[in-house]
């Protein structure tokens, strides 16, 4: 497995023509009622550069018009980054995700928790899901017949 920095990953990333299939590994916070802010470690099968358009379109709405991005620009040609507010973000489409793992502190170390259904936050049912991940939250992503790992 390869090694790649922030500033790596992101030429990777801007140099992928057209839509790319890539796994990710990220480690976000989100805020849970009943724990306060946690730790989730996703892995997510998908594709960066997509149109999402053409996605829609294809799921069934012939005649979908998408509304413009809320936040953030989109980089490069195929727009496999976002840039919003200084910071950087891997724009993907969801194939698949692996059930998360949530940690929380207790004391100096981290512990697993299994949160009940209605204590995580609510999922879109939308057929298309799309997220936007922060580069510097990826731990690893493979793309291109190649693994990395990411260094903070």
């Known amino acids: 497995m390869e090694t790649l920095t922030q500033d790596q990953l992101r030429d990777a990333l801007l140099a992928l023509k057209g839509a790319t299939p890539l796994t990710i590994s990220a480690l976000t916070e989100i805020k849970l009622d009943k724990y306060g802010v946690v730790k989730k470690l996703s892995r997510v099968n998908g594709i960066s550069g997509f149109s999402y358009r053409d996605s829609v379109r294809k799921a069934g709405e012939p005649d979908f018009v998408p509304q413009p991005r809320q936040w953030g620009e989109r980089l490069g040609k195929n727009g496999h980054l976002v840039h919003h507010k200084g910071r950087l973000y891997l724009n993907m489409k969801v194939e698949k995700s692996r059930e998360p793992v949530y940690l929380v502190r207790s004391g100096p170390f981290l512990?697993?928790?299994?949160?009940?259904?209605?204590?995580l936050p609510k999922r879109d049912e939308r057929e298309i899901i799309t997220r936007d991940y922060r580069l510097d939250h990826l731990q690893r992503i493979s793309f291109g017949g190649k693994k990395y790992r990411i260094l903070p």
């Open 111 to 119: 512990k697993t928790i299994r949160p009940a259904p209605d204590e």
